[in-house]
């Protein structure tokens, strides 16, 4: 029986989720866990180390990390104040838009620099965005995130997107996807050009949209991607940042490509793709829904080699990326990606009387010890009802234990799909049930550690 199935028949709930965020539903789960495999796997294979920053931080980090006048910290930054909101309205503290911007603080404040370089990481969680709702757009989603900082070599980057590609592969949606892919150019070719486009608009500003407007004096590079008709017009006829990448910025770049061809990946030069963050520098990258294009993009990265310093450490390199977990299950549903899952049920265990019912206690939690999946009616309920819910549950085997089998030291053993039962000893039900299934097919698991045993010092 699935959640979606219950709805029709509840009440109008008092309590609903805040605009914005969602329920993780068991439904959902098998997917989120089959993303994450992929991503811990491939994150293993290739040296990455978990880390969670937490979930809030000051919100300067973010500010002056990802740009005061990104649409990420002027609109969508979810403030949260560290005292009674009554104490401090302004809030102090930020919850996490994104993991780039935690992970580089942690990095300075850990002294990574110290370790063998390039240190890298991966994270998993919830980001939160004050955003409009919509399909695809949510207050609270889930990103995994990889990032590799302390080295610069157009390898790593490659490398990077390989391991990404990867991670598509393996969860079967990188057929449905581009990977669009720009150089940015430096800081300072940013800022050349910035004046450029500033200089090109003077005398037009007035056939701008009010946004874009605004955005001319505040963050003009987001006129490039602005979705506005107007704009997309002037910008046709604007300086191309193309022409303003240096040497360095350019080779770079041919470099990063012939790196992806001998890769395999495929890729779409895209000078268009700037990225709404402040902090990225030279590569830049996003993975679009072939069929919609930017609207959807499942996940983006790029370069910050400014980013480290500009929050207090010595100048860093570092390369990253983020993926939106709730887009790439949609993708997964869309492409009839059954994600496997272990909640089956195979036994449930069905009792009448006190004294069966202690006995069932007993034989529920054996099962469970061997990795047999077992469910008990344990209530009063007759021995039809329960059948019925053990029909619901979906489960392999009933176990059905009466007064008269409690004398006989015997256990009725039903297969629920052929509809056929006998009654056996009660002494060797356990091994039955697990001939049944096969061995292979039980849920056991060992906690290995290396404990090497004490030592003298
Ligand atoms: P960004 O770095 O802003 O491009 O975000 C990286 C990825 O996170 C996006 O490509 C989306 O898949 C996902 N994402 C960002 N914001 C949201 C949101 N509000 N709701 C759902 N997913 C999001």
């Known amino acids: 029986m699935t959640t979606g199935t219950l709805i029709s028949r509840m009440a109008e709930p008092q309590f609903r989720t805040p605009k914005g965020t969602h329920d993780v539903l068991p439904e959902e789960q098998r997917y989120m866990t089959y993303i994450k495999k992929a991503v811990r796997h491939r994150a293993r294979q290739a040296g990455y180390k978990r880390i969670d920053p937490p979930i809030f931080e000051y919100r300067s980090i973010f500010e002056r990390g990802i740009g005061e006048h990104t649409d990420i910290v002027e609109k969508e930054l979810f403030a949260v104040s560290g005292k009674s909101a009554e104490a401090d309205k302004a809030g102090t503290f930020a919850l996490r838009p994104e993991f780039t911007a935690g992970i580089c603080r942690a990095y300075i404040e850990h002294g990574m620099q110290q370790l063998p370089q390039p240190v890298e990481f991966f994270a998993i969680g919830p980001c939160f965005r004050h955003d409009r709702p919509q399909k695809g757009r949510y207050r609270q989603f889930h990103q995994f995130d990889l990032e590799v900082i302390g080295l610069k070599d157009p390898s790593l980057d490659a490398q990077l997107i390989h391991v990404i590609t990867n991670i598509f592969a393996d969860i079967r949606i990188l057929d449905r996807l ?19 486009i500033k200089d090109f608009f003077v005398g037009k500003e007035r056939q701008l949209p009010e946004l874009d407007r605004s955005r001319l004096e505040t963050n003009p590079l987001r006129l490039l991607d602005s979705k506005e008709e107007d704009t997309q017009i002037l910008v046709k006829n604007a300086p191309k940042l193309e022409q303003f990448l240096d040497e360095e910025s350019r080779q770079f770049h041919a470099t990063l490509l012939e790196y992806l061809d001998a890769l395999g990946v495929s890729y779409v030069p895209n000078p268009g793709l700037v990225r709404g963050l402040d902090y990225y520098t030279q590569t830049v990258f996003e993975f679009w ?33 983020a993926g939106g977990m709730e887009r790439i299950m949609w993708h997964m549903k869309e492409a009839g990606v059954q994600a496997p899952h272990k909640d089956q049920m195979d036994v449930f265990v069905a009792q009448l009387g006190p004294e069966a019912k202690k006995t069932c206690l007993r034989l529920i939690a054996d099962l ?24 619901k549950f979906e489960a392999k085997f009933a176990l059905l234990l009466g007064k008269m089998e409690v004398k006989r030291e015997t256990i009725i053993l039903r297969d629920m799909k052929a509809g056929k039962q006998q009654e056996v000893p009660f002494a060797g039900i356990i091994e039955k049930v697990i001939e049944l299934l096969g061995e292979k097919n039980l849920d056991t698991y060992t906690l290995r550690d290396q404990f090497v045993g004490p030592t003298d010092d």
């Open 368 to 391: 469970r010890e061997k990795g047999v999946h077992s469910v008990g009616a344990l209530g009063e309920a007759s021995l039809k009802s329960q059948m019925r819910l053990a029909d």
């Open 178 to 196: 581009t990977l669009q892919i720009n150089n940015i150019g430096t800081a300072e070719n940013r800022k050349a050009y910035v004046q450029a």
């Open 289 to 321: 829904d072939s069929n919609t294009g930017a609207q959807n993009a499942v996940g983006g990265g790029g370069r910050y080699d400014g980013l480290i310093e500009l929050l207090g450490g010595k100048p860093t390199p570092g390369v990253g990326f």
